[in-house]
């Protein structure tokens, strides 16, 4: 039985160093080309109007003048009960600086409450104004967002299509600034970076921000110059319309719809581009509940294009070793979450088994591989954060004090998504939960009606994970254990803020 539970909890430390690997390598090429100019295109610094007349160009409204060249683009706003923030996003889109006779909206909407209504009234003013919108409706949710997708592309007229969620604000110049980059007929997906509308709403807003930069500098710049597969990120991004079809249209089996259909058309031969330097402004979810709901999703969905995914990448003969080493651990980096869980529930009996059997002491050594790991992804997440273009003395200093509070909620989510992950691995379904939005800022979160509890079952093994680390801190210094020490403060640290905010925003919950 030692054997058995000093083995499991060797793999798990092996997994988490592969990981970090992974990522600072991602590190590592981010650097080595930051001042290339692939990957990082300036759109302020680009001459779109020569390029792309605008549309408030008199040549271009008139039909008999327009140069087919301009390609069509269909907007679509996948959208399920956004009462607080479909104005402001039908308003952003209806604004794009682009000749009105070369794009169309479609506002699919599969509310069941007053955002009907809502979206009606406001797609009328837009047509009145001569904006090419139409308000799509159907007559069930078959295939949540990936479902909706299809049914408006179905329909749609654009050889490329554009994709806003309800919490976007796009800028004007966001498609002149992407349909440019799909010169070569071999892009089918151009992606651009989110950007944080409330970032310093809250200190959960703070967190997710410093995650999400991580993943849209290092992660996606890293791999996209590394000739690597990355993702289309569900939003923010322009999707080549025949690159869709060849690589098998919209699928709604696994939650994440957008990283299944990336995979599905890079495994087909087809490139994706990502531009760092193009912004497209949204809004952090800033209660509980609203991240568990949106992080499960992501988790879990990760965990089902694994399964669906995975061999059809290995199989591919084009692709370098490195290339699916990287695809490897970007499918599986939501198992991340279930060897944390793992390593906090296997760590007291390790300390035990070492303190009583002085022939397990070599665990310890390789224990150091924790903290290696920590180490490169420290750096992952410094140079992410040292690039944001702030003081550079402040983010050093900011960066030191966040870093471990940032770990340490991280690691307090970890068993809600690992609960995720290994459903998704079994492939056991589950409905598609939205992440309620709340435009912040104009109306409170207290009095949102999409508000829900996020105490639920889980929350009871959460809280006995914090009984639990606080029984490894007293393990760990009567067997004068101090690595594991740091490792179960942290643990009850980020697992005791979880459960908190669950509780305290859960009191509003309707």
């Known amino acids: 039985m030692e054997v058995f539970v000093v ?28 001042r290339k100019e692939d990957g990082n ?18 040549g271009y409204q008139n039909e008999g003048n327009l140069d087919l060249n301009i390609p069509k683009v269909t907007v679509q706003l996948p959208v399920y009960n ?53 308000h799509v409706r159907r007559e069930d949710r078959k295939g949540f967002k990936a479902g ?30 992407s349909v440019l980059h799909f010169e070569d007929d071999q892009i089918g997906v151009v992606q ?4 944080h509308l409330n970032r310093d709403h809250s200190l959960l807003t703070k967190l997710q921000a410093f995650a999400l930069d991580a993943h849209f500098t290092v992660e996606q710049t890293g791999r996209n110059i590394g000739g690597h597969f990355i993702n289309f990120n569900g939003t923010a991004g322009i999707w080549r319309r025949s690159c869709i079809e060849d690589a098998g249209g919209w699928s709604a089996d696994t939650l994440t719809e957008d990283l299944d259909l990336s995979y599905r058309a890079q495994i087909r031969g087809w ?4 531009i760092e330097e193009l912004h497209s402004p949204a809004e952090l979810p800033i209660t509980m509940n609203a ?11 990760a965990a089902e294009c694994a399964r669906k995914n995975m061999v059809g990448v290995f199989r591919q003969k084009n692709l370098t070793i490195k290339t699916k080493f990287h695809a490897g651990f970007h499918l599986f980096n939501s198992f991340l979450f279930v060897s944390i869980v793992s390593l906090a529930i296997l760590g007291v009996p390790v300390i035990y088994i070492v303190d009583s059997s002085p022939e397990y002491a070599f665990l310890f050594k390789f224990s150091g591989l924790f903290v290696i790991s920590t180490l490169f992804l420290s750096f992952v997440y410094f140079i992410a954060n040292y690039n944001q273009g702030r003081n550079k003395a402040v983010n050093v200093v900011q960066f030191l004090l966040f870093f471990p509070v940032f770990l340490s909620v991280s690691m307090g989510l970890s068993l809600y998504n690992a609960v995720g992950v290994v459903g998704g691995y079994l492939g056991f379904k589950s409905a598609f939960i939205r992440t309620p939005k709340f435009n912040a800022g104009k109306q409170s979160w207290r009095t949102n009606k999409y508000m829900v509890s996020s ?13 639990h680390s606080a029984y490894g801190i007293y393990s760990a210094i009567t067997c004068e254990n101090y690595g594991l020490l740091v490792f179960y403060l942290m643990l009850a640290f980020g697992f005791g803020f979880t459960f908190i905010y669950s509780v305290l925003h859960s009191r509003y919950a309707r």
């Not at 490139?271 to 990502?274: E, S």
């Open 7 to 34: 083995g499991l909890y060797f793999f798990f430390l092996v997994f988490i160093f592969g990981y970090s690997v992974c990522e600072f390598n991602l590190a590592i090429i981010y650097l080595l080309n930051k």
């Open 41 to 58: 295109i300036n759109p302020s610094s680009l001459e779109l109007d020569s390029e792309i007349p605008s549309q408030s160009n008199q």
């Open 82 to 134: 956004e009462r607080y923030v479909i104005e402001r996003l039908i308003d952003a889109v209806s604004k794009f600086d682009y000749p009105r006779d070369r794009f169309e909206i479609q506002v699919l909407d599969d509310s069941t409450d007053e955002t009907v209504q809502i979206i009606a009234a406001k797609v009328r003013e837009c047509q009145s104004l001569g904006v090419d919108i139409q």
């Open 148 to 177: 909706a997708l299809a049914y408006g592309m179905n329909i749609a007229k654009g050889e490329f299509i554009a994709i806003f969620d309800a919490d976007f604000v796009p800028r004007e110049d966001y498609l002149k600034s």
């Open 192 to 195: 651009s970076r989110w950007q």
């Open 271 to 274: 490139k994706f581009h990502y």
């Open 291 to 301: 991240l568990k709901n949106q992080q499960f999703r992501w988790a879990k969905g």
């Open 455 to 467: 105490v639920n079952k889980v929350s009871i093994l959460e809280a006995a994970i914090i009984l």
